[in-house]
């Protein structure tokens, strides 16, 4: 079933389960370098681009689609093969996850109206995604990159991250549907929890309080909270935390500050503090974050 070029650095082929497989792809070198894999109807398509960019050929390259640093894609298209032939532009890394659109409906069989594609109306369609890959996302895929392991566990552990990164996908938040917002009809009250996001971001290291943030942008406080969960799917504070883990872990990789001065940044008075909250969001501390890496 693998058809590889094996000019791949570090590249592995993981059948976690028959109808569960992980690519594990890393170009160490400065020259582009090819992938290719069968792939046929039944399978949904994952691509996270971990750093550098990939680039998708299609219909016997005829059309190609870029896949950038920290962007994901999802490919299904239940009429057509779409075997993968990408390219790895030099110093990439990627984790691919192709899963059979039935293991998809067993593991959501709960929740298919959450999810477009698995709807009765969209399930017979093609369809096409691409996101960002979240702080949360990028943690578990790092971890699937660099994983050193004994083989008796090597499969348990990357099923686990699989269904994790799974987890991660489909609860991205997305910005509430007005009409089902009452209160929200009001543009002006949109627009006032929009700026309230902008102020607390560009405030992080020292964020004002509720009630002076409603007070800033002009809303009352029982608005502010109640329309930045319908927007934003959480709280203003649990956002703000969010952000600032995400600000840290881009500062880490950069490599251009410690971990004291990253703390500080983002408004941490101590080191321990920072690396605390940092181990509670990602579940590792930042120095082997940065080793991960």
């Known amino acids: 079933m693998i058809s590889k070029n094996n000019a791949i650095s570090s590249e592995n082929v993981f059948e976690v389960e028959p109808n569960i497989?992980?690519?594990?792809?890393?170009?160490?070198?400065?020259?582009?370098l090819c992938f290719k894999y069968p792939v046929d109807e039944t399978f949904i398509q994952f691509h996270f681009c971990l750093r550098g960019e990939l680039d998708f050929g299609f219909n016997q390259g005829r059309y190609s689609l870029a896949i950038?640093?920290?962007?994901?894609?999802?490919?299904?298209?239940?009429?057509?093969?779409?075997?993968?032939?990408?390219?790895?532009?030099?110093?990439?890394?990627?984790?691919?996850?192709?899963?059979?659109?039935?293991?998809?409906?067993?593991?959501?069989?709960?929740?298919?109206?959450?999810?477009?594609?698995?709807?009765?109306?969209?399930?017979?369609?093609?369809?096409?995604?691409?996101?960002e890959i979240s702080a949360s996302m990028?943690?578990?895929?790092?971890?699937?990159?660099?994983?050193?392991?004994?083989?008796?566990?090597?499969?348990?552990?990357?099923?686990?991250?699989?269904?994790?990164?799974?987890?991660?996908?489909?609860?991205?938040?997305?910005?509430a549907n007005i009409e089902q917002c009452p209160f929200l009809v009001d543009e002006d009250n949109v627009r006032k929890i929009k700026m309230a996001k902008e102020i607390v971001i560009q405030q992080m290291a020292s964020p004002p309080t509720l009630q002076e943030l409603a007070d800033e942008v002009g809303i009352s406080l029982k608005k502010l909270k109640e329309g930045f969960k319908e927007i934003y799917?959480?709280?203003?504070?649990?956002?703000?935390?969010?952000?600032?883990?995400?600000?840290?872990?881009?500062?880490?990789?950069?490599?251009?500050?410690?971990?004291?001065?990253?703390?500080?940044?983002?408004?941490?008075?101590?080191?321990?503090?920072?690396?605390?909250?940092?181990?509670?969001k990602y579940g590792t501390t930042p120095k082997k974050y940065i080793q991960s890496n």
Do not use: C, W
């Not at 993968?84 to 929740?111: D, G, M, R, T, Y």
């Not at 321990?272 to 940092?278: E, G, N, P, W």
């Open 68 to 131: 950038n640093e920290d962007k994901n894609l999802l490919l299904y298209n239940p009429n057509q093969e779409l075997p993968i032939n990408l390219e790895l532009k030099p110093q990439s890394s990627a984790v691919s996850a192709l899963i059979s659109l039935k293991k998809l409906h067993e593991l959501f069989s709960a929740s298919t109206h959450y999810i477009d594609f698995l709807t009765e109306e969209n399930r017979d369609k093609k369809y096409y995604k691409e996101n």
């Open 21 to 32: 497989i992980l690519l594990r792809l890393q170009n160490t070198s400065d020259e582009a």
């Open 233 to 280: 799917g959480d709280t203003v504070y649990s956002y703000v935390l969010n952000h600032k883990m995400e600000y840290a872990r881009k500062l880490l990789e950069r490599g251009n500050k410690n971990v004291n001065e990253i703390g500080l940044t983002i408004g941490y008075s101590t080191a321990s503090h920072f690396i605390a909250a940092f181990k509670k």
């Open 138 to 175: 990028a943690v578990v895929l790092s971890q699937i990159l660099n994983f050193n392991l004994h083989p008796s566990v090597e499969n348990i552990y990357l099923k686990a991250k699989v269904y994790e990164l799974l987890g991660l996908y489909f609860n991205q938040p997305e910005e």
